[in-house]
């Protein structure tokens, strides 16, 4: 499945080009920084009371911890690491590891993407795609409080271990450690660990042999330890998640019928990069390349969904992490030959329809809620204009495929 490039100019070299995106990386980072405002914790008590409490006071002989949160140690203890080592207060421990985490993102956004497409300027643009993002990128420079700057770079390194395991096996104890180590940031980070169970237990029932039925009982075992330990050891005096606090349990999840609505249009805003280039041609292709990964990417999607729909308010911090069926499907396109201003038409709608320059209101719950796009259940007159704005977005990509006279182009 991995495209190699053999093109002898010294930016196709490997080495300069990660040296090239890592500096990108890294600026546009800054940038966001530079025109991003910061989450008044002084003014609203929201998740990010757990995390910062566990930075201060620790895990261990902590009598305030929550459940889901206290599972979810390991930033909240880095950041207070920091601050013992500085002297300093977590706040600056929590935004260089924001910082960190966003940018080992986007370099293996790029990474990814290369897997798909031998084109260095494509997957770059790839990269900048993930870069405006909102809810993978700029959202956590604003609230770095969160775990999931962290856990977006092991999903897609585990996601590129899944890709690359063919060649060489080693990656399967890539695939694990992001597991056992993600399990203390984010849940999420384990389903690369899943999608390889499913392929093992593929394989196996396909060839049946002792040594592949062998490493799924290991992998089960790791995933299934690297999600029970934390739960067991960690000891909560309430638990504080979504199905906790509403009327039915799952139930009430699932039939919520304005939430079920809000979560359709969250993954459709995170995959709006993918429709403004879609047509049916492209995905009969898409189809094809992905031949081997087909059950892998369906089991990722299917996920990715369920979390979300077990998850919390801020839904498009859970859909987020579909970006890499974003990044596989638009490198993929771009090697079949995606022209250039598609993909430029492409980054324009995510940064512009996602407002990743816009300040993030803070002035009223009311606000903050609406610049979400799809928070909880709520549906007003914003909803609605958003959704239109996002088919508009969808439409202008079909006419300027419409106006350039078909899909045949110049490649990136």
């Known amino acids: ?226 999600l029970v330990l934390p739960r067991s050891l960690v000891q909560v005096v309430r638990h504080d998640s979504y199905l906790d606090r509403i009327e039915g349990g799952l139930f009430g999840a699932l039939t919520d019928w304005r939430r079920d609505l809000n979560i359709v249009f969250a993954l459709l805003i995170t995959l709006l990069p993918v429709f403004t280039a879609l047509t049916r041609a492209r995905l009969r292709r898409l189809w094809l390349v992905l031949g081997p990964l087909r059950l892998e990417l369906a089991v990722y999607t299917l996920i990715v969904i369920g979390l979300t729909l077990i998850g919390g308010s801020d839904l498009p911090r859970f859909t987020a992490y579909l970006i890499g069926l974003v990044i596989i499907a638009l490198a993929a396109w771009i090697e079949d030959g995606l022209r250039p201003v598609e993909i430029l038409y492409a980054l324009a709608a995510t940064a512009i329809f996602q407002r990743t320059l816009s300040l993030v209101p803070m002035e009223s719950i009311e606000a903050y809620q609406d610049w979400h796009i799809t928070f909880y259940q709520t549906i007003n007159a914003y909803t609605l204009a958003r959704m239109g704005e996002w088919l508009l977005w969808v439409l202008g990509g079909a006419g300027l495929r419409w106006a350039m006279g078909g899909n045949r182009g110049e490649r990136l």
């Open 1 to 226: 499945m991995t495209v190699r490039t053999s093109a002898p100019s010294l930016l196709q070299r490997p080495a300069i080009q990660y040296l090239v995106v890592a500096a990108l990386a890294a600026a546009l980072v800054l940038g966001l920084d530079a025109v991003t405002n910061s989450l008044d914790i002084s003014r609203y008590a929201w998740d990010f009371v757990h995390y910062i409490d566990m930075a201060e006071n620790g895990v261990s002989g902590n009598p305030g911890l929550v459940a889901p949160y206290a599972y979810r140690p390991l930033p909240s203890l880095l950041a207070g690491a920091f601050a013992d080592l500085t002297g300093r207060t977590v706040i600056p421990g929590f935004r260089l590891l924001a910082w960190a985490g966003v940018w080992a993102e986007l370099v293996l956004a790029f990474a990814l993407a290369r897997q798909f497409t031998r084109r260095f300027w494509g997957a770059l643009a790839v990269m900048l795609i993930t870069g405006v993002s909102t809810f993978n990128v700029r959202f956590y420079v604003f609230d770095p409080f969160r775990p999931d700057p962290l856990a977006f770079p092991l999903l897609l390194l585990g996601l590129i271990g899944l890709i690359r395991r063919r060649g060489n096996r080693w990656w399967d104890a890539v695939i694990l450690a992001t597991a056992i180590v993600g399990a203390g940031i984010r849940e999420f980070t384990v389903i690369p660990a899943i999608l390889l169970a499913v392929r093992l237990l593929a394989d196996g029932t396909r060839t049946r042999r002792a040594a592949g039925w062998a490493e799924l009982i290991l992998v089960v075992l790791v995933i299934v330890s690297a």
